[in-house]
């Protein structure tokens, strides 16, 4: 059964895929003028910019932040607008220097379809110098950029690629990863430097919040019938990621298991994707914060931090947590997490008590490390 699901979900993709490059190439055909290359954009001249992600998920969403801090960077005097179709984009984005407005078209059917509308003439009531579209292949992101009133439109070109764009960038084959990907626009329209390790996911939490966040996870340690001993090391995790990448509640049972006989000094605090979602052990302390701003304040005060391919394991990351991820679908070098002291584990072919004492085994090393 779980063969037949795979092959079903590697075939869903190959058509998703498909689809678009058909799309694409159909429209690239019937476009006169597809796209332009300046040898350089000039970053004095532009004062108003907009990157347009047009993604739902929270993951995406965090990859994003590393674009818009290389953006800050390189013209520090410009307002950077963001417009995305991620519902809590606003809870999350704030705080990040150099952003302006963040606009949120609502993809929840037609009852939100008034909201979006007036998010539209927003967007494109204002003149920008420049719009950017950071991904090769999205339909919804083209459409976008499409609509916007701007001086340079920035992107990816390609046989696909059906919009005009002032400035076509090349698809860069050493940057593969889904967050350092979209800096090769900056790369080569400005002379961008990407530092190796430099780039990173970012949540841009105050002072009050991270104090806010250690007293949630303080009151949720102290509600759990498994106490945390003087001492020890609380571990963050999520167990409940989307689709083929979800391990299985019993996969997480047996890891824990595994895992608390190799490091029994442990205290494991789940995250919760909902307040009523059944933990992998009642016995462990749970948190959910329906605020991703307020969970990554939370969680920044764990010790590492465990998780399949999901938006938690990114905002974990993107709080500065050392956390170890597991792929068992999708790859670690588009999708995994890049904080310096992160790892990411292939976990096929691999039982849950062996990933249990490969972990058990970093979190020891990294101890000594500390020390």
Known sequence: MAALRNAFWKLERRLRGGFRKMI?????????????????????????????????????????????????????????????????????????????????????????????????????????????????????GRIALRLCRTRWRLGFGGETQWLHLDFAAELPTELRHEVLRPLALLQQA??????????????????????????????????AARQPSAGSTVIGFFASARGQKNLGMQWWRDFWQAYLEVRPDTTPLEVLPSASHPPVN????????????????????????????????????????????????????????IGPKDVAMIVNGMTPQEVARDCADIVSRRSVAAT
């Not at 190439?25 to 300046?38: D, E, M, V």
């Not at 994003?64 to 520090?76: G, K, R, V």
């Not at 606009?103 to 379809?113: A, I």
């Not at 939490?205 to 806010?212: G, K, P």
Request: overall charge positive; proline content about 7%.
């Open 190 to 223: 400005f002379g961008y430097e990407v530092e190796p390790g430099k780039p990173r996911m970012r949540v841009a939490n105050s002072d009050r919040e991270i104090e806010l966040g250690a007293q949630l996870m303080s009151e949720r340690l102290g509600q």
């Open 24 to 140: 694409g190439q159909a429209l690239a055909g019937r476009s006169a003028t597809r796209t332009g290359t300046p040898a350089r954009l000039d970053p004095a001249s532009i004062r108003q910019i907009v990157v347009v992600r047009m993604n739902s998920r929270l993951g995406n969403t965090l990859a994003t932040t590393a674009l818009l801090t290389a953006l800050h960077e390189t013209m520090p005097g410009a307002s950077i607008d963001v417009l995305t179709t991620y519902a809590d984009a606003g809870d999350l984005l704030p705080g990040i220097p150099g952003l302006g407005n963040v606009m949120v078209l609502s993809n929840r059917g037609w009852r939100r379809l008034g909201e979006s509308l007036k998010v539209l003439r927003a967007y494109r009531a204002t003149k920008y110098d420049l719009a950017i579209d950071p991904v090769p292949n999205s339909l919804g």
């Open 282 to 337: 009642s016995d462990f302390a749970t948190v959910h914060c329906p605020s991703p701003r307020m969970l990554a304040a939370t969680i920044s005060h764990v010790s590492g931090f465990f998780s399949a391919d999901t938006g938690p394991m990114h905002l974990a990351s993107a709080a500065g947590v050392p956390t170890i991820a597991f792929f068992n679908r999708t790859h670690p070098s588009v999708f995994g997490p």
